[in-house]
């Protein structure tokens, strides 16, 4: 049940991305966002959404600037939409102003929807006198966006696939210094044009290798969350690069396919592949998008760092230790 207090008619809020060692591609309701498989990911540290909502009798429509720039379109459309799930739940018939700013360098490709509608839903309920509870603070924001509702918890993140709306949302699994584990962000492209998670969600179910790959699931999170609590990096190594790789394969098998990576991410899988046979903890994993996500140990990163620096065609390198939860700003 949502209990309301008093209204506040306007918060702020922030909330880290997260990065999937076990990815989330494909719905069982494109609606609900409730996912094919669940997913585990760690928050990062360092990039940062915050959000401030403010609920306005004035406003005709909700208004929405993201880093200083007034949106329209799409961006605005699907906002609009996630407050009016917000709206609904607190019987409320205002509009908003939702100002957001990302501290990601621009144009590093990462612009995330998943701290984007973290911190929105703790900015949008509190301003809406709504006081919820992680668990359904994390399912909201899963209908804003999937990946979402792992932002909401701190450190490291299982999403718990539920059946329906009230029980398909993300717990901590560890908290952000249970691990020293380092995600080292090789930027390749900056200005790529790709299709977005939601049409590739769409997509998943039209490749003939996604069914394997959601049945497989559950012993790759067993895994991976067995390795992540006993800080078996080996393990979680293994394992992260073959979800990754299960991903992209039904990426490129889908009607029509869709190719994330370009040369430089090739490059530089085979590249941690052969540093980590030589003993440097070190693994990849790729989002929908051709940069590459270098976890290693933290004993590693001044290494990792001094490889990737030799690497010319690296636009930028950015390192995000495990980070907190969406947090509400005072
Ligand atoms: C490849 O959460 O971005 O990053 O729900 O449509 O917003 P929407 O999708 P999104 O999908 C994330 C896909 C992924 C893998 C992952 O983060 O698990």
Redesign the pocket.
Known sequence: MFKKSSPASVATAMAHP?I?FI???GNRDDEL?LPANG?I?MNLEGLTTRTTVRFDPKLKNDTLILNKKLQGGNALQRVSAFMDIVRQKANLKLFAEIVTENNFPAGSGLAS??AAFAALSLAATKAAGLNLSRQELSALARR?????CRSIPAGFVEWLPGSEDEDSYAISIAPPNHWELVDCIAVVETDHKSV???E??RLAATSPIQAARVEDAPRRLDICRRAILQKDFDTLAQIVELDSNL?HAVMMTSSPPLFYWNPLSIDLMKRVQSWRNEGLPVCYTL??GPNVHILCLNEALSELKFRLHQIPAIEQILICRPGGPATLLE
Request: positive net charge.
């Open positions: 997260n999937a990815k989330y591609w966002r997913s990911s929807s998943a804003g966006s999937g990946s979402a977005g998670s939601t590739g969600h991903m989002d929908a």
